[in-house]
């Protein structure tokens, strides 16, 4: 992108691929067009919906009622303050697996768009990870309300929580930058990725502890990036402790790592975006 003397911006599509802080100063420039992005996501979403946004808070309280009813009732599962537990593991997740998916759907509808003016192409991605964003922040009142209704302490440490949400949308948004560019390319990695996300699902201790898993099975469980953010972010809220600084340490190299790969692909594949939508 070049300036001409009007400080008018010019397309440029043979510029050389901007640095990762470049693309966020860029990205803040069109910043009301961000604006604009989430704000239409937000209500489109809900448009002809009665209850609107009170979705994004009954959704996952509904889901936590049906898995603790089949947990607890139907396979004697107990376990102290599951509800707290569940709902916990269950938001982050839903951040994760629906900000990624958006992202990639939101760059796939935009092409006709892309392919006449010049657009941040991020700018897609990244408006769906802010949208997830809010609906994580409105998702965790029904959490605070469970909270209170199954008498589960309020630590200090809930103070803590922005750190994993800020690492889990770190490293969301290289994941959904990943993903993304894959999916330009290939089509069928839409449904692949969602195939892929319903394993992660079971391969992650969202609905079940990692207390009932066989010793031999713990080792494996490591290996899954989602159990680093799921602690990270579980522990304050049902602990009620500050998660240790080996566990904080690994999530951020995991959410460093995915962002800067996620941005390194994305951008280097980015001007033949307009070839392939």
Sequence with gaps: MSMRASNELVYDSA???????????????YRDLLWGLVQRD??????????????????????????TIVFSTLFRFEFQHFAVYLLSGLLLW???AQSTTQAIHNLLWAGSLVNKIYIPKPIFVVSALIVGLVNLMLALIPLALIMLISQHPFSPALFFLPIPIALVFMFALGVGLFVTTLAIF????????????????????????LSILPERYLFFIRFNPMYYFLELFRQPIYDGTLPAAGLVGRAALLALSALLAGWWFFTKKADEFAYRV
């Design 42 to 67: 937000l209500t489109v979403r809900y448009k002809r919906s009665i209850l609107g946004f009170l979705w994004t808070m009954l959704n996952p309280l509904l889901t936590m009622i049906v898995l």
């Design 15 to 29: 510029r050389p691929r901007l640095a990762i802080w470049e693309d966020a100063l860029e990205l803040f420039r």
């Design 94 to 96: 839903n951040f994760f």
């Design 186 to 209: 290939f089509v069928d990695v839409v449904d692949i990725y969602q195939v892929g996300l319903m394993i992660l699902f079971y391969l992650s201790p969202i609905i079940y502890p």
